[in-house]
């Protein structure tokens, strides 16, 4: 055999025994892999799939753990709605002071203008009296004579919107009775009838009880109670005393 076929033939059988080798290499690298898996590896894998998509299993101590964590955020969510609530409540209570205290004020200023118009209209009253008793107080005096007799007749008649004046009355006056109060007429038909003329103006008994003014004496001789019951006669017949001119 010649040495170049040796050579090539060395050369075939290293290249045989690598691919053998490398064969052999993979098998083994396979066969220890399988040997490495149990035989029950089909009935493993089962049960962890299933116990993967099972819920999982904590120790005590992260049971509680994951319990006070859970209580923790119920606690802190109780806390936060009784916040709102107390919030809530707070407002509520502002709000409610808040109109107590604008309808307090509003009663206090009611009140205030009540008793500010109470006193206003007592302070009327009592400058009413006041005035009245001033003009009491300076209730005019009139003279006990002829002039103040028919001055002040002539004041009761303003009064009692009975028409006259100082001179019609005046002028009556001293044609009837001289200015004399006491006057009397004893002889015309009044007398003989029992009723004679009598006073300033000689006025019946008759005409001076229907004409008689208020407020004056209820006498025939009175000069202010004679004076106005004759004007108020004379002011129905006549109009006025003014219109008088002779007996009426």
């Known amino acids: 055999m010649s040495v170049s076929r040796i050579s090539s033939r060395s050369r075939r059988l290293n290249k045989a025994q690598k691919l053998s080798v490398a064969g052999v290499s993979t098998l083994a690298a396979a066969a220890l892999a399988f040997s490495l898996v149990p035989d029950d590896a089909s009935a493993t894998t089962e049960p962890q799939a299933a116990a993967a998509a099972a819920p999982v299993a904590y120790t005590g101590s992260q049971a509680k753990t994951i319990q006070a964590g859970s209580i923790e955020k119920n606690s802190t969510a109780e806390q936060l709605v009784k916040a709102a609530d107390a919030a809530k409540a707070k407002d509520a209570a502002e709000k409610k002071k808040t109109a107590a205290k604008a309808e307090a004020k509003a009663k206090a200023v009611a009140e205030a203008k009540s008793e500010a118009a109470a006193k206003a209209k007592a302070d009327a009253k009592k400058r009413s009296a006041k005035k009245a008793s001033r003009a009491a107080d300076r209730k005019p005096v009139y003279a006990n004579n002829l002039d ?16 006259g004046t100082y001179e019609g009355l005046h002028r009556n006056i001293i044609r009837e009775s001289s ?23 000689q006025v019946i008994k008759p005409t001076f009880d229907f004409y008689h003014v208020k407020g004056t004496k ?9 004076i106005t019951a004759a004007a108020n006669y004379a002011a129905d017949k006549y109009g006025s005393i003014d219109n008088v001119d002779s007996a009426y």
């Open 148 to 163: 103040g007799w028919i001055r002040e007749a002539l004041a009761i008649m303003d009064k009692k919107n009975i028409p």
């Open 218 to 226: 209820h006498d025939q001789y009175d000069p202010v109670a004679n």
């Open 179 to 201: 200015g004399n109060p006491r006057a009397i007429n004893n002889w015309d038909i009044n007398a003989i009838n029992g009723i004679p003329s009598k006073g300033l103006l």
